[in-house]
């Protein structure tokens, strides 16, 4: 069994990591801000894109 120095050692050890994990993934989320806009605009477009093409188009005779 671990004494108790030992389990709070490796608590704070598993924190540190764990932060160390978050800030890495909020910085990863932050570099791909610019993107958003470009995804949001393509996502747009091929709504859009959607739309005309499941648009009936009437029938000429």
């Given at each position: 069994?671990y004494?108790?120095?030992?389990h709070l050692?490796?608590h704070?050890?598993?924190a540190?990591?764990?932060?160390?994990?978050?800030?890495a993934c909020?910085?990863?989320?932050?570099?791909?801000r610019?993107?958003e806009i470009?995804t949001?605009?393509?996502?747009?477009?091929?709504e859009?894109g959607?739309?005309l093409?499941?648009?009936p188009?009437?029938?000429?005779?």
């Amino acid at each position: 069994m671990y004494a108790p120095e030992t389990h709070l050692a490796l608590h704070h050890a598993r924190a540190a990591d764990l932060r160390a994990e978050a800030d890495a993934c909020r910085l990863a989320a932050q570099a791909k801000r610019p993107y958003e806009i470009r995804t949001r605009l393509g996502w747009t477009l091929v709504e859009l894109g959607l739309r005309l093409a499941a648009t009936p188009r009437p029938v000429t005779a």
